[in-house]
C-alpha cells in the first residue's frame, strides 16, 4: 500500500519559507507523505519543525538563498516578505514561488472541495468534516489549522476524492479559493489590521461566498446579522443552504440535550423534515451549530446521514478548546485557544457553568496589538464571571507594538475583574501560586503561546519536596532523533482526559525512530512507556517518570498473495486499528471488520489482544516484532504471545520490557460492499450500545459468569459519581469523565465498585484498563 507518487501538478522537489506555521508545517506533511522532496525554513527551530525534521523533511534554520538548493517550486507563507533571501534567490533563478493559498488553491483543483471560512468556528467546523470522512473511510485529504485530537494531526493526504481545507481569512489567503463546498459559519470584525473596516471584511466574505463553483453548495450560518445580510444581496453562482440555532434555516436542530457525561445530543432537520438524532462531545452551545454546518457539508459531499451520526460523536474536538491540562495540588489547570471577545465570553460563560462552585482565575494573552484596539469594548466586558485576571503581555505575532495597544493598556480597562498586568511567564506563575489554592480552577486564554504555562504552573504546584531524577543527557541523546517536551501533560493524550505530566514527552514517526528511542532509553537506564492512543489506559495525576513515546509509526505494506488464497500485510505498530479494519474492508480484505470501532493503535490491541463482537486480532496475527530490554529487535510468533481474553505475555509482565515494533497478519479476499456493509452493521450496535463522554471502553473485564456491567448495576452504582468521575447510566462498565475528573477520583470510583461487587457477590473483577504512573501501585 505504500507505493511512491506525487501530487498531480507539483514537482518533486519543494522549499517552504517560513516552515513552521500551522497551514505551511500542514503543507509539508500532506506533501512528504505524497513522497515529494521537501525543504524549508524558518527563524527558529520548533516541535513543530522538529517534527518535520522527524519525517524527513530538511529543516533549516534562518533565511540564506543557499537553502533553495535544487527545488523546483517555492512556496511561502502570507507573512514572508519580498526581500526574504530565499525568495529573492528564487526569483533570480526563475524558480516558481506561490504562497501558502495559492498552493493550496492548486490542491483543490485535483478534488471535491470543501473550504471552511468563518471568524469563530472554523477550526472545529473543519476539524469536524475531516474527521468524519476519515472516520467513514472516505480517505479525505485535510489541512486544519489546528490538531484534530481524535486524528492527532492536523493534516493528512488522502486518496479519497474529497479535500477539506480550512479558509483563513487573514491576508484575505480565502479568495484564492474557488471550492464545491463553501462554508461560512459566521462574520465579525476581526482582522482589522489587514481590511481597515468591518465593511472590507464583509466584501472578502461575499467574495468568498461568490467564488464558490456553479453547481456547488454555499453552506452559511444565518444566526450571524452579517451574514444574513450578505446573503440579502444574493448573486452567487452556488446554491445557498442555510443553517441556524436561533431562527428558522434549511438545517436546524432541536432538543438540544446536555449529556451527564458531557457532550450534547439533538435532532436535526433538513428544510423542516427530521433526518436523526445526532451526538457530539463538545458541550458549548455553539458547537451544535458548527455540527450542522459539518453535517450540511458531509451531505453536499454525499455522506448518508446514518454514515454522519455514527462517526460524528467519535470527534474530540481540536486542540486547545476547553481542554484539561492537568490538576495539582487540588487546583484544576485548563486551557483555551479563545482570542477574540466573542470567543472569550463563551468560554467564560461555559466555564462557570461547568465549575459552578469554584473561584476560576485566568491568564489571558492577547494576540496582535492591533486587536487590543479594534475590540477593544468587547475586552472591557468579555472577562466578567472570572473571580480573578491577569493579562499577560501581548504575544506580537507579526505586529510591531506601535500597530496598537500593548497588554499593560489593556489590563488597565478591564475591571470586570480588575485585570492585572504580568510582563513574563514566570511573574504570571508565582502570581498563580500566591493566588491558588485546592480546589480553584486556572485558566490560560489566548491563541499565543500562552499554552506553555499551564505545564510551568502544574510543575511548580507538584514540584514537592521530592527531587526528580534528571533526564537531561537523555534528552539531548532523543533529541538527535525526534523533538523532545518536557513535563507533557498526559491529559492531552488519553482518551479519559486525565493524567498527570510525563517528565520526557516524544513522538516516534516511524519504527525505526521507535526502536532507536527505546534503544537510546536503555543505554540511559531510563524507565519507558510507549503510549499508542491512550485508550485503554488511567494515567495517575502525578504522571509518568522517565519517557513516554507516543507512538505514531503508522506506515502499512501489502498485500503479499501468502499462497493459500489468504494476503499478509505489515503495519507499523502506531498505525491506527480501526483505520486499517475500515480501509482494508473497502478495498476489499475481510477479517478485522469487527475492530472498525475499536480506538486504538495497533500495538495497543496487541498487547489486550483487543478484540469485539467475537472476533479477536489473535485471529488473524502472524507475528510481531519486538525491541527486548537490551535492545535487540526479535521476531515473535503469535502463537508465543500467549493471546487470551484482553491479555498477553505483555499484560502478564513476561514482556515487561518488550515493545511492540510492527506486526504482520494474513485477511482474506471477500466483497468490499458486503464488508463495508458488516462494517456499517457493527458502527450502528456499537453506538447504540456505547455511552458517549471521555472514556477508555470496558473498564472491567467480563467474568466467566457475568457480564461487568450488570454486578456493578445490581450494587446499584448505575450513574454513580465521584467529583467528576461518572459511572455511565447507559453502560455500567464504563466509567465517564464528565468534566475535570481526576485520576485520583476515578481510581476511588474503581475501588468502590470492585469493594461493592466483592462483598455482595464474592467476585473480584479484574481491570481491563491499566493503571499507570505514580502513585498507583498496581
Ligand atoms: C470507546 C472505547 C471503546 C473500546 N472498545 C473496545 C473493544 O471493543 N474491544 C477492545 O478490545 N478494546 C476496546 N477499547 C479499549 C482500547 O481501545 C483497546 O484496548 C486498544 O487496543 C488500546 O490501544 P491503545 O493504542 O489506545 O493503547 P494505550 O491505551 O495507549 O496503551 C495501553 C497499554 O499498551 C501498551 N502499549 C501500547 N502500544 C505498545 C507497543 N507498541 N508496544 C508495547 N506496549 C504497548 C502501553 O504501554 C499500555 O501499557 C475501547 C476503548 C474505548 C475508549
Not at 500500500?1 to 498531480?8: D, F, V
Not at 452567487?236 to 432541536?254: C, I, K, M, P
Not at 491568564?363 to 475586552?379: A, D, I, K, M, N
Not at 500562552?450 to 537531561?472: A, H
Request: net charge negative; aromatic share 6%; proline share 4%.
Amino acid at each position: 500500500m505504500t507505493e511512491e507518487r506525487l501530487m498531480p501538478g507539483i514537482p518533486r522537489r519543494v522549499h517552504l519559507i517560513g516552515l513552521g506555521g500551522v497551514h505551511l508545517s500542514g503543507i509539508a506533511k500532506v506533501l512528504a507523505a505524497w513522497g515529494h522532496q521537501v525543504s524549508g525554513s524558518d527563524m527558529q527551530t520548533s516541535p513543530t519543525t522538529d517534527a518535520l525534521a522527524s519525517i524527513g523533511v530538511t529543516v533549516f534554520e534562518g533565511h540564506k538563498a543557499e537553502h533553495i538548493r535544487d527545488a523546483e517550486l517555492v512556496v511561502t507563507t502570507s507573512a514572508a516578505k519580498p526581500d526574504n533571501p530565499e525568495l529573492v534567490e528564487a526569483h533570480a533563478r526563475g524558480i516558481p514561488a506561490l504562497k501558502r493559498h495559492e498552493f493550496i488553491a492548486k490542491m483543490l483543483e485535483s478534488k471535491t472541495s470543501v473550504c471552511v471560512a468563518g471568524t469563530h468556528g472554523k477550526t472545529t467546523t473543519t476539524g469536524m468534516i475531516a474527521s468524519m470522512l476519515v472516520r467513514a473511510g472516505r480517505a479525505p485529504t485535510y489541512l486544519v489549522g489546528g490538531d484534530v485530537l481524535d486524528l492527532g494531526t492536523n493534516a493528512e493526504p488522502g486518496d479519497g476524492d474529497v479535500i477539506v481545507v480550512e479558509a483563513d481569512e487573514y491576508d484575505r489567503a480565502f479568495l484564492a479559493y474557488a471550492p464545491n463546498v463553501g462554508v461560512v459559519t459566521n462574520v465579525e470584525p476581526d482582522h482589522l489590521d489587514i481590511y481597515g473596516t468591518f465593511a472590507e471584511l464583509s466584501a472578502a466574505f461575499r467574495q468568498f461566498m461568490s467564488q464558490v463553483k456553479v453547481g456547488g453548495t454555499i453552506i452559511a450560518c444565518v444566526d450571524s446579522a452579517r451574514v444574513r445580510e450578505l446573503l440579502d444581496e444574493g448573486g452567487f453562482a452556488g446554491n445557498v443552504e442555510t443553517y441556524a440555532l436561533d431562527r428558522n434555516a434549511d438545517w436546524n436542530a432541536r432538543d438540544i440535550e446536555a449529556l451527564a457525561e458531557g457532550g450534547q445530543r439533538f435532532e436535526v432537520l433538513h428544510r423542516g423534515e427530521p433526518v436523526g438524532i445526532f451526538e457530539i462531545k463538545m458541550s458549548i452551545r455553539h458547537d451544535v451549530a458548527n455540527a450542522l454546518a459539518a453535517i450540511a457539508a458531509g451531505h453536499a459531499v454525499g455522506m448518508t446521514f446514518d454514515e454522519m451520526r455514527l462517526t460524528l460523536p467519535n470527534y474530540a474536538g481540536a486542540r486547545r478548546r476547553f481542554e484539561l491540562v492537568g490538576e495539582a495540588s487540588g487546583v484544576t489547570v485548563m486551557d483555551d485557544y479563545a482570542h477574540h471577545p466573542t470567543e472569550v465570553a463563551d468560554t467564560v460563560a461555559t466555564a462557570r457553568q461547568r465549575f459552578t462552585d469554584r473561584r476560576i482565575v485566568a491568564c489571558f494573552q492577547p494576540h496582535t496589538y492591533s486587536r487590543s484596539v479594534y475590540l477593544l469594548e468587547g475586552f472591557r466586558t468579555c472577562f466578567r464571571g472570572l473571580d480573578e485576571l491577569l493579562v499577560l503581555a501581548t504575544y506580537a505575532a507579526r505586529e510591531p507594538e506601535s500597530a496598537g495597544m500593548d497588554a499593560r493598556a489593556l489590563a488597565g480597562e478591564i475591571q470586570e475583574p480588575n485585570a492585572r498586568f504580568v510582563a513574563t511567564f514566570e511573574e504570571a506563575v508565582d502570581l498563580a501560586v500566591e493566588m491558588l489554592g485546592p480546589g480553584d480552577v486556572f485558566f490560560t486564554i489566548g491563541a499565543g503561546d500562552v499554552e506553555e504555562l499551564g505545564p510551568m504552573l502544574l510543575e511548580r504546584l507538584s514540584r514537592d519536596k521530592q527531587t526528580r531524577t534528571d533526564y537531561s543527557d537523555l534528552a539531548r541523546a532523543i533529541a538527535e532523533i525526534t523533538d523532545v517536551r518536557e513535563h507533557e501533560p498526559l491529559s492531552r493524550h488519553t482518551t479519559f482526559g486525565i493524567g498527570g505530566p510525563a517528565d520526557i514527552y516524544v513522538v516516534a514517526k516511524n519504527s525505526d525512530d521507535l526502536a532507536d528511542i527505546v534503544i537510546r532509553c536503555r543505554e540511559h537506564d531510563a524507565p519507558v512507556f510507549v503510549l499508542g492512543s491512550g485508550s485503554n489506559i488511567l494515567v495517575s495525576d502525578k504522571g509518568i517518570r522517565g519517557v513516554v513515546i507516543e507512538n505514531r509509526a503508522r506506515a502499512v505494506t501489502g498485500p503479499e498473495p501468502d499462497g493459500e488464497g489468504g494476503f499478509r500485510f505489515r503495519a507499523e505498530s502506531g498505525a491506527s486499528f480501526a483505520s486499517i479494519a475500515r480501509n482494508f474492508a473497502r478495498h476489499g480484505y475481510g477479517g478485522l471488520e469487527w475492530a472498525s470501532g475499536i480506538p486504538g493503535t495497533l500495538g495497543g490491541a496487541v498487547v489486550f489482544n483487543a478484540g469485539a463482537y467475537g472476533g479477536c486480532l489473535g485471529d488473524v496475527l502472524d507475528s510481531i516484532r519486538v525491541v527486548n530490554g537490551t535492545g535487540a529487535v526479535k521476531q515473535v510468533a503469535a502463537a508465543d504471545l500467549d493471546l487470551v481474553y484482553r491479555g498477553s505475555s505483555f499484560t502478564k509482565s513476561q514482556y515487561e520490557h518488550r515493545v511492540v515494533i510492527d506486526a504482520e497478519f494474513t485477511l482474506w479476499p471477500g466483497d468490499d460492499s458486503e464488508l463495508m456493509q458488516r462494517v456499517r452493521q457493527l458502527d450502528q450496535k456499537r453506538l447504540a450500545a456505547q455511552p458517549r463522554g471521555r472514556n477508555a471502553g470496558s473498564i472491567f473485564k467480563n467474568t466467566p459468569q457475568h457480564p461487568a456491567w450488570r454486578l456493578i448495576d445490581q450494587v446499584g452504582l448505575r450513574g454513580h459519581r465521584i467529583g467528576d468521575a461518572m459511572i455511565s447510566e447507559q453502560h455500567c462498565n464504563f466509567f465517564i469523565n464528565a468534566g475535570a475528573a481526576t485520576a485520583t477520583d476515578m481510581k476511588a470510583l474503581i475501588d468502590l465498585a470492585r469493594d461493592r461487587v466483592r462483598e455482595q457477590f464474592g467476585v473480584e473483577l479484574e481491570l481491563e484498563v491499566s493503571l499507570v504512573g505514580e502513585g498507583f501501585d498496581e
